[in-house]
């Protein structure tokens, strides 16, 4: 146990080289293996679960060695229950993911494979990373497979939607290399020596004058508000999850925009407190713009890829409105819609790869009266349709009613408008799902294709009932979830609360000029 973690980030990466050795032609061999290492991963993950106590908000399964002496910069990894969470829906999303690319990758399935276990690896060690550098290279390491993912295996114009991703995540990242640079210098002082611990980090950030922080804090919350992403940074995002193949826009979703708003919680709020406080409402008005201008763009699509892409903003607003609202119910509730968002919308891009895969258009126009030839589909889509609305009894509508009522009495925000226009795009998620489910699944079938397509198989029901079990779970019992989590979002706070006492009594003894 001492070294699980090591073992779930690098059980993935190293067992994907044989991969490359296997012969192209044994693709069953390709699929069955890389599906095995990724259940083996999930398994791991339970065992961490099962071993983790909820009773601690501390971080818990440290490990903790030299790695780059010349900067002081550790091999330093560890959990708690916010990143476990994030580590379960990783290992969950992507066994799932292997399925659903068994008959949709056609070429080149070696490689195709053997990035999604390095994707996988890399994945887990941005959630558990506690140095800054390992951290970095793990955020920089996800790029790679995911470029290719897109450039290779993508649509007509994966290559313009490779690029523009690649270029606006790499403008992110440098803006975060330099503030991890300038982080560690500016703690130097107070340690004896250049660190990049991020709970040493934390101890110190009171010292660290309140211009300065807000310089580094911006420097780290637009690395990830670009990756989030938030309004106005998310012209990428649509165009990746058109072009990307199903697995790629389900991981894309479901994972990979989760590592901006952990790095929010993780980072910005844990390491410039001042900071996050002082900038909350310019921040919060980015997130109610992205939360209703998503919502309001979701409607009038015409392609149910994009619409879903655009519909991830919306919800993805809620989530960054919830962590700067800074009260217990708003961060919990920002961060089991991060799992909520993941599932859901997973969940969403697998039926929309579905439709792809039997008629090679995502137009919602080419469709209509699905449910006469696929009721079983219909049926699972309008579940998982009314899940992302946030229906009660279904796992979107705790995220969101926390997080509506956590900003709703959030001294941090001032301001109960901020809550009250983003209930607004609650309706409008109603429209624009209910309004495409109306257009896609019922009515007459007016075109002679939809007549002859065949309802969900069994190796696509293999990917969907995980999501719908947790998508119901969490729904009628979400304090499974939400316990894991407490106790360390409670940490988050009491460690803002100490910041802000230290904060004032700094200005209290500062000298009058």
């Known amino acids: 146990m001492a070294n699980i973690l090591s073992i779930l980030i690098f059980l993935p990466i190293l067992l994907s080289i044989p991969i490359l050795f296997f012969s192209k032609n044994n693709t069953k061999l390709i699929k069955s293996y890389t599906l095995a290492i990724s259940l083996i991963t999930f398994v791991l993950s ?37 990143s476990l969470l994030l580590i379960l829906l990783t290992t969950l999303i992507f066994p799932i993911s292997i399925i659903a690319s068994f008959n949709s990758i056609k070429i080149r399935i ?10 996988e690896g890399a994945l887990i060690g ?52 330099i503030g991890i640079i300038w982080t560690g210098l500016l703690a130097q002082p107070y340690v004896g020596s250049f660190t990049l611990d991020i709970v040493q980090l934390a101890t110190l950030s009171t010292y660290i004058p ?31 999850h058109v072009q990307a193949p199903t697995a790629g826009s389900v991981i894309l979703a479901a994972l990979l925009l989760k590592m901006g708003t952990y790095g929010l919680i993780r980072f910005s709020l844990g390491l410039f407190p001042a900071a996050f406080i002082k900038l909350t409402p310019i921040i919060a008005i980015l997130a109610v713009i992205g939360i209703i201008y998503g919502a309001l763009l979701s409607i009038v699509q015409k392609d149910m890829k994009k619409l879903v892409a655009y519909s991830s903003v919306s919800h993805m607003g809620f989530i960054v409105l919830g962590i700067f ?17 993941g599932l859901s919308t997973g969940a969403l891009f697998l039926f929309v790869g579905m439709i792809y895969e039997r008629r090679h258009t995502k137009l919602i126009a080419e469709f209509g009266g699905l449910r006469k030839v ?20 279904l796992n979107g509508f705790i995220g969101e009613f926390l997080v509506l009522l956590g900003s709703f009495n959030s001294y941090n925000l001032g301001n ?54 947790f998508i119901i779970w969490i729904g009628v019992y979400p304090n499974s979830f939400l316990r894991i ?9 009491i460690n803002l609360d100490n910041a802000k006492i230290q904060m004032y009594k700094s200005l209290e003894t500062k000298p009058k000029q």
């Open 46 to 82: 339970l065992v961490l679960y099962f071993s983790f106590n909820t009773e601690s908000g501390e971080y818990q399964f440290v490990q903790k060695m030299p790695w780059v002496k010349i900067i002081n910069s550790f091999y330093y990894v560890g959990v708690d229950g916010i």
């Open 110 to 119: 070696k490689e195709y494979y053997f990035l999604l276990l390095l994707l």
């Open 126 to 177: 941005v959630f558990t990373s506690l140095d800054l550098i390992l951290f970095y290279v793990f955020w920089e390491f996800i790029l790679i497979p995911m470029y290719f993912l897109i450039g290779i295996w993508g649509g007509e114009e994966r290559i313009y939607a490779t690029i523009k991703f690649f270029l606006y995540t790499m403008f992110g990242s440098v803006l975060l290399l």
């Open 210 to 240: 309140l211009d300065k922080q807000i310089i580094l804090f911006c420097l780290f919350t637009l690395g990830f508000l670009i990756k989030v992403p938030l309004f106005p940074f998310h012209t990428w995002l649509p165009d990746a």
């Open 325 to 341: 609202a800074l009260t217990n119910e708003s961060l919990q509730g920002s961060v089991i819609q991060m799992i909520n968002h």
């Open 374 to 393: 696929m009721p079983v589909f219909a049926a699972l889509f309008l579940v998982v349709s009314l899940s992302s609305i946030g229906l009660p009894g």
């Open 416 to 469: 109960s408008w901020y809550s009250i226009i983003s209930a607004l795009a609650v309706i409008f998620s109603a429209v624009y799902l209910l309004w495409m489910y109306q257009r896609v699944m019922l009515g007459p079938i007016e075109k002679k294709e939809n007549k002859e397509l065949k309802d969900i198989s069994k190796s696509e029901l293999f990917t969907i009932i995980p999501l719908l079990i």
């Open 485 to 493: 989590s407490e106790n360390s979002v409670k940490k988050v706070l």
